[in-house]
Structure formats: C-alpha cells, structure tokens
C-alpha cells in the first residue's frame, strides 16, 4: 500500500485485531463496532448457549446481526456458527469503515482478514514454526475480499486436521472464516497429496468459495482464483 495510511493494534475479549485505514476516525469507527458486536453476540449467547458450542449449524436468527451473519456461513460451510466468528467480526468492522468514508479499510482478526481498498493491500501467511511461515504472501487487488486460514498445527482455533494452513478467499471474511475450518477439517492422513485433493474439492464444493490454498506436509496445493502469491522478507 502507498500513501498515509494509520494502523493500530487493538486486542479485545478474543480478538486481536490489526486496523488498518486512510482515515483515523475510520480506525476508531472499527474499534467501536468491534467492542459492540462483542457485547451483542455474548448477550445472544447467554440466551443461546448451544450457538457457542455446536460444531454443526443451527437455525439462523434474525437477529443480533453478527450471530446471523456467523450462522448462515456456517449454514453454508456446514460447521458451527463459531468457526466464523473472527471473519464476521473484521467484516461488520470494515463496513463501519466505509460508512465513515475512507478508501482503505482493512481488518484482521487473529490471522482473518476483511478488506476494502481502492489500493493493493499485502498480506502474509503465518503457518507457526513451519518453513514457509511468513516466507510468502499475497497481494490483495479485488475487492471487497475476506481472507481466512484454518491451521491442525499452530492455530489455538478447533480443527481435525492436520494441515499446516489451509487458506480460503471469498468476497467477505465471514464465509472464509467458516470454510477455512471446513476445508481444514478434511486435510489430514499419510499422503499429503490426497490430503491437500480432499480439502482443495471441499472448498470449492461450499457457495462463495472462489479460491483455495492448502500447505500440508510441506506440500502447496491450489484451487480456484488465488490473488498473486508474493515473497515475504522475514
């Protein structure tokens, strides 16, 4: 990205969250509306406890907003609604962005990135203590565009597979989000070849999918539309 931009490092509850923006108020307009959309969705919560804790789909509610959102991704993804609670929460934060008006709006949360740019935005993946941790990257063009990594290895995140990164790219952070822990799920086993097939076919086999990269066993397998894949000086 060129020109001024102002980022800041905010951690919240379960987020830890970096903003990026041409706006400072655009900034603060995310950290507010990822303070409220923490407060909504543990109200919701409180009243709904089996939201927090399924790992299938539930009915989607009406409302809050962030739980409706989280539970039609995972609809889509077929997981529990929390498998998307990072991407929804960069995503409504991004949108409160763009209604302040600024041109670059960018939102990650705990390695799911929201974006929104009228410039290219570079992002680097983060695979823990593998080889290939923050070595490369991607250079984000189209938007509006939501990126998600689901990890068996480093990730604090639940999955039942065992790749180093199993990367996903939507049009929103949420369905990414969901799907990264889908197609994560499924990446697992002796063949690294078979394992990284079966996570390539279970991501683009979810609606709104449109690309997917998987490292597993030190092994990269791709499917789908990739932005440009770029090199990361450690």
């Known amino acids: 990205m060129t020109g001024h931009l102002f980022k800041e490092q905010f951690t919240h509850k379960e987020s830890q969250c970096t903003i990026i923006s041409d706006q ?7 950290v507010e509306s990822i303070k409220r959309n923490y407060i909504e969705l543990e109200l ?9 804790y399924t790992l299938t789909p539930i009915p989607t509610p009406d ?3 962030v739980a409706k959102l989280m539970a039609e991704a995972a609809r889509k993804a077929d997981v529990g609604p929390m498998a998307a ?16 008006g600024c041109e670059v709006a960018v939102v990650e949360d705990g390695g799911e990135i929201s974006a929104s740019s ?6 680097a993946v983060a695979a823990g203590e593998e080889p290939l941790s923050k070595r490369f990257g991607f250079r984000l063009t189209e938007f ?7 990890s068996g290895r480093f990730s604090h995140a639940l999955s039942f597979g065992d790749a180093e990164a199993a990367i996903v790219f939507c049009k929103d952070a949420t369905l990414a989000d969901a799907a990264a822990t889908a197609v994560g799920n499924v990446v697992k086993g002796k063949d690294a070849k078979a ?3 079966a ?12 690309g997917v990269l998987i490292l597993y066993k030190g092994q990269v397998g791709t499917a789908g539309k990739i932005p440009q894949i770029i090199k990361v000086e450690p």
């Open 199 to 210: 996570g390539l076919i279970r991501g683009l086999s979810i609606e709104g999918v449109e």
């Open 144 to 150: 509006p565009i939501g990126v998600a990594t689901s």
């Open 85 to 100: 609670v990072a991407g929804t929460i960069a995503d409504l934060a991004v949108e409160e962005m763009k209604r302040v």
């Open 44 to 52: 919701y919560v409180r009243a709904n406890p089996k939201f927090l």
């Open 195 to 197: 394992g990284i097939q």
């Open 118 to 123: 009228n410039r290219p935005v570079d992002v």
């Open 24 to 30: 400072q108020k655009a900034i603060q307009a995310a």
């Open 63 to 65: 409302k809050p907003l």
